[in-house]
């Protein structure tokens, strides 16, 4: 059982927020949600090919939201 809509809204944009933060750029709250969404699923992909899963609930995916929107961030900076 997944988190929901909701929940991964609601988790996808703490971790766009947390690693907006962190990576210091200057995004709005829309581009959070979809970089805290975006960089949890393409990490969570990454991470399954490699044959590690998180969890799914709310702390693991929110981790992996903020390390996957941080490289998303680095990655649209290094492409920049």
């Known amino acids: 059982m997944g ?3 909701l929940a991964s809204i ?12 962190i990576m210091k750029a200057d995004t709005g ?14 990490l969570n992909l990454i991470l399954s090919l490699v044959g590690i899963y998180a969890a799914n609930t ?3 995916q929110l ?3 903020i390390i996957g929107a941080s490289l998303l961030i680095w ?5 920049r």
């Open 10 to 21: 609601i988790v996808g944009g703490l971790a766009g927020w947390i690693a907006s933060m």
């Open 63 to 65: 981790i992996v939201g």
């Open 29 to 42: 709250i829309l581009t959070n949600i979809i970089l805290g969404i975006i960089g949890a699923v393409v």
């Open 3 to 5: 988190l929901g809509i």
């Open 58 to 60: 709310w702390i693991p």
């Open 75 to 79: 990655g649209y900076r290094k492409l």
